[in-house]
């Protein structure tokens, strides 16, 4: 293993940044603003406390057994058939997972830019990309996630400072909102866009220093939290409450409604679409390559490369069962909400019957 732990404290917070930020920031600001209207900022600001808890699950097993994957020491800690059976149920999460960023990706493609595309060759072409993308071995996925983040924040946090200049505070007061009834629900609402943490499992044991993974987490979360957060407060600021309940892609509003200064661009929409379908790639890429890592793994095989095209068949499968964009939606919140299963309650469950039982993975 030590050959190939290479990656750094910096590329493993820009994995984790750019897995986190992909198809779902379109529709973030309206998930808030159905939970608490004014208090939208509020509610995603409690949704990534959440997942960092389970993040911080994640990274101190990680940190536990730093040599080890997350189907490896899962049998370790509960057991070889029960630690098997959780992997699979995983695997098969984040199967689905892949689909749905893939079809997602295709229904936004074919409404709001390429209206004469079918929608099969959108979520066609990019599940072949990232089946062609996770051929490659763990540095090469680090290298392509490190490149491609800036080109996600810098744009993404230049639309959303250009838009607050048409921002009214009133918009988003009071901090609570004004049906503050609905915040628990939203609460796990929101903790949802931030599923790609679970990156972080695949990422330590490759990290050169993995006693530093915290410290990568934190950063990650911290980073996509005040994005979304600041993304959210943008737009509920510019639209109001009410008016962002009507919209089906507020951000992409947002960027509508948002010019350069002296016009030099008076809609920042191309540009915020170039920097979205970036940010769906390497979510989904995250996705594909990690469902073929735990496959590789709970298989005992040494490589995962040659699984790249034999799971892509199923997942464009999975991607256009759902008949249309409202059964996508719910399908997607269902298995999303379900999923913290997955993403908070089973890493909390295996850290504290590691600690109990004392399991403890070899030094690196």
Request: proline share 4%.
């Amino acid at each position: 293993m030590n050959e190939q732990r290479q990656i750094t404290v910096l590329q493993a917070s820009a994995i984790t940044i750019s897995t986190i930020v992909g198809v779902g920031v379109l529709a973030l600001p309206l998930s808030a603003v159905k939970a608490a209207d004014a208090g939208a900022p509020f509610v995603t600001f409690l949704g990534m406390l959440l997942a960092f808890v389970g993040l911080f699950f994640m990274t101190r097993l990680g940190m536990r057994f730093p040599n080890d994957s997350y189907v490896e020491y899962s049998e370790v800690i509960i057991g070889k058939w029960f630690g098997r059976i959780a992997s699979v149920i995983s695997i098969a999460f984040f199967a689905v997972l892949s689909s749905l960023v893939a079809r997602e990706f295709g229904e936004v493609v074919v409404t709001a830019v390429l209206k004469n595309t079918p929608l099969e060759v959108t979520v066609l072409v990019m599940l072949l990309l990232a089946a062609f993308s996770s051929r490659r071995n763990i540095m090469t996925f680090a290298y392509i996630h490190l490149f491609y983040s800036p080109f996600i924040l810098i744009p993404a946090l230049l639309i959303v400072a250009l838009s607050l200049k048409n921002a009214d505070l009133v918009n988003v007061l009071p901090v609570w909102g004004n049906e503050p009834g609905g915040i628990p629900a939203g609460i796990i609402t929101l903790s949802t866009v931030f599923h790609g943490y679970f990156i972080m499992m695949m990422v330590i044991p490759a990290m050169c220093k993995p006693e530093r993974a915290m410290r990568s987490s934190l950063w990650a979360m911290v980073i996509t939290g005040a994005l979304y957060i600041l993304i959210v407060a943008a737009t509920v600021g510019v639209f109001g409450a009410e008016e962002t309940k009507k919209l089906l892609w507020p951000t992409l509003e947002l960027a509508k409604a948002t010019s350069l200064p002296a016009n030099v661009l008076e809609r920042l929409d191309a540009v915020f679409l170039a920097v979205w379908v970036t940010a769906v790639f390497t979510s989904l890429f995250s996705c594909y390559y990690f469902t073929l890592y735990s496959i590789s793994k709970l298989f005992r095989l040494a490589d995962h490369g040659m699984l790249s095209f034999f799971i892509l068949p199923l997942l464009f499968v999975l991607a256009m069962l759902p008949q249309s964009l409202i059964q996508l939606n719910e399908v997607n919140s269902m298995i999303s909400k379900y999923g913290l299963l997955i993403t908070i309650a089973y890493p909390g469950i295996l850290l504290i019957i590691a600690i109990l039982r004392k399991k403890r993975g070899a030094a690196k």
